[in-house]
């Protein structure tokens, strides 16, 4: 079984940095693709960026690109670096993951596709 958990979340001012972490623990072949997500309060969970563990292929949500992103270390933590932070960054961030090798036409961009979960950390950016 994979656990994921967060951390790095905080309270931050606008145009300021976070850099949240997710550790993975359990079967590694599980853990192939990992991504970020987010949760507003009163909105649904939305897509913020993934990469895949075996060559750190990247894709970032429009609404991040050039300010947050995502990478992992040689082991078993996946980053995201969050830089420029505005508001509408305020979010509960969970870090997902699931075996893209066994799935490998699933995709990666749904909140759907994953398998497992973290506890989510709180993001939030004061104007």
């Known amino acids: 079984q994979v656990q994921l958990v967060e951390s790095g979340g905080g309270l931050v001012q606008a145009g300021g940095s976070l850099r949240l972490s997710c550790t993975a623990s359990?079967?590694?072949?599980?853990?192939?693709?990992m991504g970020w997500f987010r949760q507003a309060p009163g909105k649904e969970r939305e897509f913020v960026a993934t990469?895949?563990?075996?060559?750190?292929?990247t894709v970032h949500a429009d609404s991040v690109k050039g300010r947050f992103t995502i990478s992992r270390d040689n082991k078993n933590t996946l980053y995201l670096h969050m830089n420029k932070l505005k508001p509408e960054d305020t979010a509960v961030y969970y870090c997902?993951?699931?075996?893209?090798?066994?799935?490998?036409?699933?995709?990666?961009?749904?909140?759907?596709?994953?398998?497992?979960w973290g506890q989510g950390t709180q993001v939030t950016v004061s104007s």
């Open positions: 990469t895949r563990w075996s060559d750190g292929t």
């Open positions: 997902a993951a699931y075996n893209s090798n066994f799935y490998p036409y699933r995709n990666p961009e749904r909140e759907e596709t994953y398998d497992y």
């Open positions: 359990g079967p590694s072949f599980s853990y192939t693709q």
